[in-house]
Nanobody, 121 residues
Framework: QVRLVESGGGSVQAGGSLKLSCTAP????????IGWYRQAAGNKCELVAD???????DYADFVKGRFTISRDSAKNTVYLQMNDLEVADTAAYYC???????????????WGPGVQVTVFS
């Protein structure tokens, strides 16, 4: 069984919004420093945003002011609200613990398949 389940991906026109969700069927997300990663075709896996146990969020420069990471403890879910999307945001998106690093994008059998986000002009 995969450890994380992402949802909410899709296709959207540039300037639009999507909200990704990440749930954990077998453990509590509050217990870990969680992040959202992404990998565009031909590019490296990169950290987009992360959220600490105490709710402190951090963002990659290329999404600051546009993306927001948040947590709903009651639902054991972490979200990534993505606004003002750009064609360059097109990628597969994965949630995962910070300790796993960029290897998250290829460890799909263990941690979940991720979701595709496609932004068209």
């Amino acid at each position: 069984q995969v450890r994380l389940v992402e949802s909410g991906g899709g296709s959207v026109q540039a300037g639009g919004s999507l909200k990704l969700s990440c749930t954990a069927p077998t453990f509590t997300l509050d217990d870990i420093h969680i992040g959202w990663y992404r990998q565009a075709a031909g590019n490296k896996c990169e950290l987009v945003a992360d959220l600490t146990h105490d709710g402190t969020a951090d963002y990659a420069d290329f999404v600051k002011g546009r993306f927001t990471i948040s947590r709903d403890s009651a639902k054991n879910t972490v979200y990534l609200q993505m606004n003002d999307l750009e064609v360059a945001d097109t990628a597969a998106y994965y949630c995962g613990p910070l300790w796993i690093g960029p290897s998250r994008c290829r460890r799909t059998n263990q941690w979940g398949p991720g979701v595709q986000v496609t932004v068209f002009s």
